[in-house]
């Protein structure tokens, strides 16, 4: 099966400026999430779909960022207006299960430089 | 809110050497326990994972970890390590009770095997 692909492997914007992140999950995943790793700390986790829906957002660090998963397939992420700090790696991974029972699949990240 | 510390930041091994790496958690209730490798340039990957039973959990490439509840830790070993075992692991943890789902993780573990 495929796994879980990500779009793009890496961005450098200014300041200032828009970024979506794209990320398409396993086909039949109902679950989603979004992580973000910042300069060698730990992995930290952003958000969580179940389908369509915004099950957990509470790790969602400000307003600037947005995310959606229309239709239930695809998610993105767009982080408008960009600053300095949200550079990092932007993880997405897809689950069966909401508990993670066989696992959760991730995606090779997204590398966001902001200058 | 639940943490997860990995206290070795970087390890060095030679080849066929044991492999230890600590894992702690910091949450009451139950809890399933994963442990996830990252080889360069490539994605995370599950290695193992614990949610119930036998609390020695045998993993892929020969990986096994052990979840002792009375420490709150979930250690992961390996008998014998291999150069291309070089790589990040990650240990991480969600409740199996209610509340978030999503992985909680510590800050990893960068493993260098020198051959």
């Known amino acids: 099966e495929a796994g879980v692909t990500q779009f793009p492997s890496h961005s450098v914007i200014e300041k200032g400026q828009t970024v979506t992140l794209r990320c398409d999950p396993i086909?039949?995943?109902?679950?989603l999430y979004w992580y973000r790793r910042v300069m060698g700390k730990e992995i930290k986790f952003l958000l969580h779909?179940?389908?369509?829906?915004?099950?957990?957002e509470s790790g969602m660090p400000n307003n600037r960022f947005l995310a959606e998963r229309t239709g239930g397939t695809y998610s993105t992420l767009k982080v408008q207006p960009a600053e300095l700090e949200d550079s990092g790696v932007y993880f997405c991974a897809s689950s069966q299960d909401s508990y993670g029972n066989y696992g959760y699949t991730f995606g090779s990240g997204t590398r966001l430089t902001v200058v | 809110a639940q943490s997860v510390s990995q206290h070795n930041h970087h390890v060095i091994l030679s080849e066929a050497a044991s492999l230890e790496l600590g894992c702690n958690y910091s949450y009451g209730g139950t809890v399933n326990l994963f442990w996830y490798v990252q080889y360069p340039g490539q994605h995370l990957q599950l290695l193992l994972k614990y949610f119930s039973g036998d609390p020695l959990v045998k993993g892929i490439k020969g990986f096994e970890a052990e979840f002792i509840k009375s420490k709150f830790s979930f250690n992961l070993r390996k008998p014998s390590v291999q150069w291309s075992d070089t790589a990040e692991y990650f240990c991480a943890v969600n409740r199996g009770d209610t509340g978030r789902r999503a992985l909680t993780f510590g800050s990893g573990t960068r493993l260098q095997v020198q051959p």
């Open positions: 086909s039949g995943h109902d679950n």
């Open positions: 779909f179940v389908k369509e829906s915004k099950q957990d």
